[in-house]
Structures are given as structure tokens and as C-alpha cells.
DNA sequence: TTTAGCACTCTCGGCACCAGAGTGCTAATT
DNA sequence: AATTAGCACTCTGGTGCCGAGAGTGCTAAA
């Protein structure tokens, strides 16, 4: 991205701002009586002509207003944008939330979704994290009714997961106890892998059993428990460039498929810090009208995940930035004392 | 509703058939043409005249084809609609797919949305199922990291509650097992409203566990446990009347705050058998454009949910209607068998 | 380098027009 | 009494035209 002179940074950074607050394509006279400039309309004209020439804005039409292209926003939010915190009020109030919330990572998914939506004003992402390694804790097997049991497991992350089956043959509460003790005997802290690995003279149901702690302890560990939190819709719908229900079709395929989404946020896991996308970046023609500002949040060797903003490109990029920012530290704080 | 020859009987099936498949309002010629008949489009245009006349159909314009009314729907639904099976094959299809699915009611409900979308062409809805009462099988407590601690409550439905709290005091592991051994032996096969009640010396640790177990429980035992699943958001969407992105707003709305779809889904628990709210039932502004197939799945002593699906009012009734009977006596058989 | 001036372009709302699709009504037919 | 042919009438939807307005690009002057 080649140097721009000091007057033109300043027409490119007011063009932006004008378009995102109106949504309408900004003319030269616009520009100098909002923002009172001290040149005429025609010196902006012609500096707009030269931005249009260097790709960083474009004309809809032969005599419109000019629009940011990509590149233009991207300058923005890299140059121009300036970094600001969220208003201290705001993190008060956010802060307050979690706090008064139950010690329950899916309650902090869900308030995480609602409070980046809120303050956002378009889409939230939350994913959970994921572990890369999880270790047992204790495990217990409960009779039920029909002959089946319930396996019930303990992590030492402090996840616990639940699976009903049927034994391959009926077993009593004493005999489940007993399973329950061998198995917690030979299994507790350990991770699915070593698990597995482990060779033991096992009974059939002990066998199922450990097959059935394997499976689940793999899942906890995979890749995010698939769901993706999402919430704020509604404030994304509103905002002009989806009155083009084309627009809309193509937001709701891309939260309903899910697969497009997940290979996104994987990749913000493997790096740091915010990351803004604008216009799918060229790699992802199903958000082209869109951008996305995502962070990861969590611990790198515990557990990873991440959250976002998604709307059109004509977004509040700083408002954005800082509320992903805030919230995506506040919950790795939250994790890191979970895990203690 | 008055009686209705059966010609005109005849004619109104056919305007609604016609206009379903299409979404153009139907013309007499049309209707002729379409279907044989052995009239002359005039007599049609009369007894449509008569079908307006009394409310079963409406104009857009003075002269275009009739577009049916909620009564005409209604009508249609229950007098001229007929009740069919789901194909056997889907049938056998969706059956498949739950038992090849884990022992899991959340499995079941994710699973259950997706099956109805995909089998109504729209938008599905499923609430989990709520427990009138449930009793306390087993409690258990872990020492966690930052010297909190975690409780895991089996209730003897077969469901699973944790959650990480902070003991008013410090606790080990061993201190811990002792108090949820003590208050296993008290509290297990209770009730929440009995264990509120009892009245024994507790330790403050003691004290505070039982106020969570009773939380816990009151909010297994509540409304649903608030989530609403659903799926197929983007079939409905795809549906001419939503090239009116103000009808898309009104869906979004809906979805995202829930109340309103609290409230509906909550009534269909009382009654029993698949119901039809057409066009809001003129008691739901905000659904005025839709339509609701819904049915309570279930046993009424035991766990009760509901489950059904959202489109246009312009719906194929039949097959929706089908689909969520055989997926709701599905999730009845399946949740039956899991309580024994 | 900036800017005044002006021609040019394109949108947008309004208006008129026309073809086409349907209806409602009347009068004739069965 | 029911049906239907015929016809006038209505309304939509597309097309083309017009004029006002908003902006631009370019040129020439400051």
C-alpha cells in the first residue's frame, strides 16, 4: 500500500467515516461543509479522483457520491482508524454482567453473544473453546430404567459430559459400582489417548465403558462442540444494504451451514489478537457484502476459542474492534481463573 | 362456518391447492384449465364471488385471481385437506436416523429440528421437554482449581445439572465427599420442594450446596430450560413472501427474542394432537404473515415438549402436518422408552 | 496548486401509454 | 334456475419520456 499525502489520508478517512454513519455515497461538497474544510469542493474532487485511481474508492455511477472499495476500508481500519477502548461505562456495565453470572462456560458463551451483539450493533459469533488435551478426572456409572445405564464424566477441566447406553448385558447398581471403581482405578488422570493405549484385561461392559470415555473425551477435545452461539441478527437486518433479501439469504446460509464458519474461525485460533475481514477478503465469495471483526480468546496450551462481530462492510469498525477486544479478554481472564 | 355446496367446496380446494403450488393469485380460467372441469370459467368467477362473499377468498386488486383468506385456509384445512401418512419411505428414513443417533434428549431435539425442516420444506421449532417434578438420584462434588468447587446432580430422569460454585469456606476433596454423602443420604428420591422443606442441622458449606441443588432442580423442573432449537430458517426465506425483507425482520424478531414463541409454544402443551395457527389467529400481530403446525410431544405426567414448524401462511399443510405428527409420536416413543 | 465555471452524466420521481390478464355484469341459452 | 357468452371495465407491469437535482470531470483562470 504506497504512501498517501497527509490531505488525502484525511479525504479517505472522512469519506469512510461519512459513509458508514449514512450509508449514502459521499460527495465532495459534502465532504468540506460536515467537516468544514478550508478548500473547495473541486481540490476534493480532485483528491477523490486520485484515491479512485489507487483503488481505495469507487463511483457506483458516473456522477454519484464515492463509496469505499475494500481497499479502502482496509486502509481505514489499519491507518486512519485510530485505536479506542470501549467507554468505561460500558466495560463497567459488560463486566458487571459476567460477573453476576453463574460459573457455567455456556452461560459465558451465551452473555457473550448477547453483550458483543449489544454493543456491536450486528451479529455476534461465539464459539466454545476447545481443549487440546483433557484428562480424566473421575467418571460414574448410574443404573436406569429399561436396563440401561448412564456414564456420567468428570474432566479435570471441570467439563462434565453425560452419555446414556445399554450395557451389553444388564448389569445392577452394585455391578455398575463396581466397574465404576475399577475403571476410575485405572483411568483417573489420564487423557483419552493414554486411554486408549492402556492394555488391561477388561470385561465386555468394562470394555464398552471404555470405549464410551473414549469417544466422549475425543469430542471434548475436537474441534468446537460444533455449535456456534450466535445472536443480533436483527441489528444486522436492519441496516440498508440487506433491504436486498439476496443479502439476507446469503448471511442466513452461511449461520445455518455452519462448515463455512468453522473453517473461518479455526483460522483465527492460530493467531493473536483481533483480526478484521473485510468483504470475505477476496477468499470467500459468500461474504463479499459482509466483513468480520474476530478474536480468539482463551488459553493457548488450555483452551482456545473464539468470537466475532459479523456485518456489512459499512461497519463501525472501531466500536467493533474494542467490544471484540474487551469481551474476548474478559472471557480468557474468566477462563484462566477457572482453571486456576 | 357455514355449509358450503360442493362445487364451491370443490372450487375453494382448488384456489388453495393452485395458490400454494404458485403463489399467484388464481384465476377462473385456471382453475378450468388446471383441473378439467366440465364449466365455463364464468360460472367459476360466480362461485368464487360467492367464496369472497362470504370470506373463504379475497382480491388483491379488483381484477386479478383470488388469493384464499385465514378462513379459507382454515376451511381448507380442516374440511377439505384430508389427512395423509408420510411417505413410508421418509418415515422409515427418519427412524433410522434416531436410533442411529446417541442416547441423548439434546441429540434428539437437534435432530428432531433438522428432520422437520428438512421434511416440511420450513422452518422448524423445538422446545425441550419439561418435568412437571423430578426427584434427586445422586449428587457428587469435586475439588476444583482457585478452591472452588464443582457439583454434578443426577436426577433420576436421566439428566445431568453442574455447576462450579465457591464454598463459603475452603474444602478438599475429602471434606467435600463428606457432604455429599451426608446430603445424599438426605436428599436422594426427593423432590426439590421436599428438599427445600426438610429441616435438618446443616454446616454453612451444607447449607449452601442445598440452595444450589434446590436452584438446580427448580430449573430442570421449570419452563423450558429456555432454548428454542430450530432449523431451516433459510427454505422459509426462500419463499416469495419473503422478498419483503419487513416479513423477514418479523421472523428474525420473533426467533431472537423468544418470549412470543415461549408463550405459543406453552400454550400447545395443554391441549394434545397436531394444531394449525393460521395467519397469527388474528391473536399474534406479529405472526399476522405465518403460519404454525405445532404439536406437544412426550408424556403429560412425566417430561412434555413441543415441537413444530414455522412458514407462509401459503404452507403445504399436508405435509407439514404429517411431518410433525410422525416426528412428535417418535420423540413420545423414544422419550417413553427412556423413562422404562 | 487551487478553484471557478460549465458541460455532461446519471438517478429518481412523475406521467402517460399500452398490452394483458381478470373480473363483474347483463343478457341470452339451456 | 343455472350456466355461459360477450363485453365493458379495472388494475398491473413494463416502457419510454421528461425535468429537476445532484455530482462529477475538465478546462482555464487565479
Same mark, same amino acid.
Given at each position: 500500500m504506497a504512501e498517501l499525502t497527509d490531505r488525502r489520508q484525511k479525504v479517505l478517512g472522512l469519506v469512510v467515516r461519512q459513509y458508514i454513519a449514512t450509508a449514502i455515497p459521499v460527495s465532495s461538497k459534502t465532504i468540506v461543509e460536515q467537516y =468544514? &474544510?478550508?478548500?473547495?469542493p473541486a481540490t476534493i474532487r480532485n483528491e477523490m479522483a486520485y484515491l479512485e485511481e489507487q483503488g481505495y474508492l469507487t463511483h457506483?455511477? +458516473? @456522477? @454519484?457520491g464515492r463509496v469505499p472499495t475494500e481497499k479502502g476500508y482496509r486502509y481505514f481500519v489499519e491507518r486512519l482508524m485510530g485505536e479506542a477502548e470501549l467507554p468505561l461505562a460500558e466495560q463497567r456495565t459488560i463486566r458487571h454482567q459476567f460477573h453476576q453470572a453463574r460459573l457455567d462456560l455456556e452461560q459465558w458463551m451465551k452473555l457473550a453473544a448477547t453483550v458483543l451483539a449489544r454493543t456491536a450493533h450486528n451479529t455476534s459469533l461465539v464459539t466454545a473453546p476447545t481443549l487440546p488435551q483433557s484428562r480424566l478426572k473421575h467418571l460414574e456409572l448410574i443404573a436406569a430404567p429399561n436396563s440401561r445405564a448412564l456414564l456420567v464424566l468428570v474432566l479435570r477441566e471441570g467439563i462434565v459430559k453425560q452419555q446414556m447406553f445399554t450395557p451389553v448385558q444388564p448389569m445392577t447398581q452394585e455391578e455398575l459400582n463396581q466397574v465404576a471403581n475399577h475403571l476410575n482405578a485405572l *483411568? +483417573?488422570? &489420564? @487423557?483419552a489417548a493414554q486411554i486408549a493405549a492402556l492394555s488391561h484385561p477388561l470385561t465386555p461392559v468394562e470394555e464398552q465403558v471404555t470405549n464410551l470415555v473414549i469417544e466422549l473425551m475425543a469430542e471434548a477435545e475436537? $474441534? *468446537?462442540?460444533?455449535e456456534i452461539y450466535h445472536d443480533g441478527l436483527l441489528h444486522t437486518f436492519r441496516?440498508? !444494504? *440487506? @433491504? !436486498?433479501i439476496e443479502n439476507v439469504r446469503q448471511i442466513i446460509r452461511v449461520l445455518e451451514e455452519q462448515s463455512l464458519l468453522e473453517a473461518i474461525l479455526a483460522e483465527v485460533l492460530s493467531s493473536s489478537g483481533v483480526q478484521v475481514i473485510i468483504g =470475505? !477478503? =477476496? $477468499?470467500w465469495e459468500e461474504l463479499s457484502e459482509c466483513s468480520m471483526v474476530l478474536a480468539p480468546y482463551g488459553e493457548a496450551g488450555r483452551a482456545l476459542g473464539a468470537l466475532g462481530v459479523l456485518g456489512p462492510? $459499512?461497519?463501525r469498525y472501531g466500536r467493533a474492534i474494542s467490544a471484540v477486544r474487551y469481551v474476548a479478554n474478559l472471557l480468557s481472564d474468566l477462563i484462566h481463573d477457572w482453571y486456576g
Amino acid at each position: 500500500m504506497a504512501e498517501l499525502t497527509d490531505r488525502r489520508q484525511k479525504v479517505l478517512g472522512l469519506v469512510v467515516r461519512q459513509y458508514i454513519a449514512t450509508a449514502i455515497p459521499v460527495s465532495s461538497k459534502t465532504i468540506v461543509e460536515q467537516y =468544514g &474544510l478550508d478548500v473547495s469542493p473541486a481540490t476534493i474532487r480532485n483528491e477523490m479522483a486520485y484515491l479512485e485511481e489507487q483503488g481505495y474508492l469507487t463511483h457506483p455511477y +458516473t @456522477s @454519484s457520491g464515492r463509496v469505499p472499495t475494500e481497499k479502502g476500508y482496509r486502509y481505514f481500519v489499519e491507518r486512519l482508524m485510530g485505536e479506542a477502548e470501549l467507554p468505561l461505562a460500558e466495560q463497567r456495565t459488560i463486566r458487571h454482567q459476567f460477573h453476576q453470572a453463574r460459573l457455567d462456560l455456556e452461560q459465558w458463551m451465551k452473555l457473550a453473544a448477547t453483550v458483543l451483539a449489544r454493543t456491536a450493533h450486528n451479529t455476534s459469533l461465539v464459539t466454545a473453546p476447545t481443549l487440546p488435551q483433557s484428562r480424566l478426572k473421575h467418571l460414574e456409572l448410574i443404573a436406569a430404567p429399561n436396563s440401561r445405564a448412564l456414564l456420567v464424566l468428570v474432566l479435570r477441566e471441570g467439563i462434565v459430559k453425560q452419555q446414556m447406553f445399554t450395557p451389553v448385558q444388564p448389569m445392577t447398581q452394585e455391578e455398575l459400582n463396581q466397574v465404576a471403581n475399577h475403571l476410575n482405578a485405572l *483411568f +483417573t488422570n &489420564l @487423557s483419552a489417548a493414554q486411554i486408549a493405549a492402556l492394555s488391561h484385561p477388561l470385561t465386555p461392559v468394562e470394555e464398552q465403558v471404555t470405549n464410551l470415555v473414549i469417544e466422549l473425551m475425543a469430542e471434548a477435545e475436537g $474441534r *468446537f462442540g460444533g455449535e456456534i452461539y450466535h445472536d443480533g441478527l436483527l441489528h444486522t437486518f436492519r441496516q440498508p !444494504e *440487506f @433491504s !436486498e433479501i439476496e443479502n439476507v439469504r446469503q448471511i442466513i446460509r452461511v449461520l445455518e451451514e455452519q462448515s463455512l464458519l468453522e473453517a473461518i474461525l479455526a483460522e483465527v485460533l492460530s493467531s493473536s489478537g483481533v483480526q478484521v475481514i473485510i468483504g =470475505g !477478503e =477476496g $477468499r470467500w465469495e459468500e461474504l463479499s457484502e459482509c466483513s468480520m471483526v474476530l478474536a480468539p480468546y482463551g488459553e493457548a496450551g488450555r483452551a482456545l476459542g473464539a468470537l466475532g462481530v459479523l456485518g456489512p462492510m $459499512r461497519m463501525r469498525y472501531g466500536r467493533a474492534i474494542s467490544a471484540v477486544r474487551y469481551v474476548a479478554n474478559l472471557l480468557s481472564d474468566l477462563i484462566h481463573d477457572w482453571y486456576g
